[in-house]
């Protein structure tokens, strides 16, 4: 009798796990934990809303997002396969159609060989071709090179001068030379003339169909990818807290947690064995009361993220133009793109469309602090030099600000980070991922495969496998980032 209660006992009771952050990383972890039924699953979340950077909002009666969003087709087939599952019929597959303002001219993108040969300054053109040829004779970066060795040894000076070093400027804030060279290896896919060629012969099918040519994207916008995952993940079992603000983290003896909350129903507190973050790195710091190492301490400066201001301009005509991006590389520009919405999905309203212009900055900056009336006025002005806008149009405006929009990646980072990591990955019962738990730059897909590996890395028993968890973090470091 004695021994079937403790049978049952073992049988009914899972392991807590609290997982920290409702943005796609936090969701799709949630979504697959919550379907192996090992353990509960609390999602906590500090916006109103689900989605984090992948969220959208209804602007003009359209789905706006935080800046350009697709899902590209590099997303791992069984990740797309459960979206596709969820989104069902709402998940498109639209065929893309951006352009690059270079030098006064349009370039298409994903480029492509007749355009380029066309359009691309004949410098460039040339500039590109000698390199390719003397490539071979070219010193290999070293473990100390930088974004700007990287590059320089990939494209040559042409490329880089005009396009990438200017876009690095705009994106980071920093001179090439000062950006280490990891953020070339995870942020640009084509970073040898190599790489640019095949890409151009394969919007020709001459090299396989053109896998760039095309992206996923939800008709309502991106951030029903996150909303669907939620709702998937709470129909299994989770639960999503909404408006929950994280007050501290204490240790409980001999292990797991206890999380002080706080929302609009008041401070209360929630026990986890595990706790599984998606926050910011260094916010998930200050929230732990556990004294810090004087080293880890200090590096956390180091782990510094760009902002970015996004302006949205709502105009009463069917639609600006037909592209779904603009990329604005050149420095006499503000912004490093500009999307309309309408066109990621092909639906909205017959007479409404919006623009969304991307502005990377720092907190604080000058920019930051202007009044939104100022910063879309100047976005609307250089609107009109590009020849996008025509001088007589007067949108309405409206600016969100991100503290977090990407990671800096700035050479010595990778010590800082590793001390931080180290600290972090041996309390026990804690997993950091995604975007802002890893400081990595990357896509959504990208957070989806964290997730799913931390998920696929927690045993029958409740036990956290660390070994198989490091084999997948060593896979996240291979993710490159799709534009
Ligand atoms: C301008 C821009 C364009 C992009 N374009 C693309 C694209 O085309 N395709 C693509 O796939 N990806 C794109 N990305 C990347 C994509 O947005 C991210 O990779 C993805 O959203 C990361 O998901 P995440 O869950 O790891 O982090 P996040 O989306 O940042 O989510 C983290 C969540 O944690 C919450 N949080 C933070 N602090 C706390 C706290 N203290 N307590 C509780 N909750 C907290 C946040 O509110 C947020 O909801 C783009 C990103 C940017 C900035």
């Known amino acids: 009798m004695v021994l079937a209660y403790y049978i049952i006992a073992v049988a009914t009771t899972k392991m807590d796990i609290a997982i920290l952050g409702a943005g796609p990383a936090g969701l799709g972890a949630a979504y697959k934990l919550a379907k192996r039924q090992v353990a509960g699953v609390t999602v906590v979340e500090k916006a109103t809303a689900v989605g984090g950077l992948s969220s959208s909002f209804p602007i003009s009666g359209i789905f706006a997002d935080f800046g350009s969003h697709r899902l590209h087709t590099e997303c791992r087939p069984d990740i797309l396969a459960d979206l596709q599952l969820i989104l069902g019929d709402d998940l498109l597959l639209r065929k893309r159609r951006?352009?690059?303002?270079l030098q006064g001219r349009w370039l298409d993108f994903p480029l492509r060989p007749l355009n380029m040969i066309k359009k691309m300054p004949k410098h460039m053109a040339f500039g590109l071709l000698f390199?390719?040829?003397?490539?071979?004779?070219?010193k290999k970066p070293t473990e100390n090179s930088s974004f700007s060795d990287v590059m320089m040894r990939g494209v040559g000076p042409g490329l880089c001068r005009d396009f990438y070093f200017p876009y690095a400027r705009k994106i980071w804030g920093l001179e090439p030379?000062?950006?280490?060279?990891?953020?070339?290896l995870r942020r640009v896919s084509a970073r040898s003339v190599g790489a640019l060629l095949r890409r151009v012969l394969s919007s020709l099918g001459i090299l396989g169909k053109s896998k760039a040519a095309y992206f996923y994207y939800p008709r309502k916008g991106y951030g029903q990818i996150s909303e669907k995952l939620s709702v998937a993940a709470e129909e299994s079992g989770a639960t999503v807290l909404l408006g929950t603000e994280i007050k501290k983290i204490i240790r409980n003896e001999p292990s797991g947690f206890k999380i002080l909350l706080s929302s609009g129903k008041g401070t209360y507190e929630i026990n986890a064995d595990q706790i599984w973050s998606t926050i910011p790195l260094t916010n998930l710091i200050k929230l732990l009361d556990l004294p810090v190492p004087q080293d880890v301490h200090q590096s956390l400066n180091l782990l510094e993220s760009r902002a970015m201001i996004l302006v949205y301009l709502a105009f009463n005509k069917e639609k600006v133009t037909d592209f779904d991006t603009h990329?604005?590389?050149?420095e006499q520009y503000s912004f490093t793109r500009v999307s309309e919405p309408k066109n990621f999905s092909g639906f909205g309203p017959i007479d409404k469309t919006i623009l969304c212009a991307e502005l990377p900055t720092q907190v604080n900056s000058k920019i930051w602090n202007m009044s939104d009336m100022e910063i879309g006025q100047s976005v609307i002005a250089s609107l009109v030099i590009a020849g996008v806008l025509k001088g007589s149009e007067i949108p309405e405006t409206q600016i969100k600000r991100l503290p977090n929009a990407y990671p800096i990646y700035k050479k010595g980072f990778e010590d800082a980070f590793y001390l931080v990591d180290h600290w972090v990955g041996s309390i026990e019962g804690l997993v950091t991922f995604g975007r802002q738990g890893l400081f990595a730059h990357n896509n959504l897909h990208h957070v989806l495969e964290m997730a799913y590996g931390a998920v696929d890395s927690l045993q029958e028993n409740g036990m956290f496998d660390k070994e198989n968890w490091r084999n997948h973090r060593v896979s996240f470091d291979k993710q490159v980032v799709v534009d």
């Open 98 to 101: 951006g352009r690059i303002r």
């Open 131 to 138: 390199h390719l040829l003397f490539s071979k004779f070219r």
């Open 177 to 184: 030379e000062e950006i280490s060279s990891i953020q070339a």
């Open 327 to 330: 990329y604005f590389p050149e």
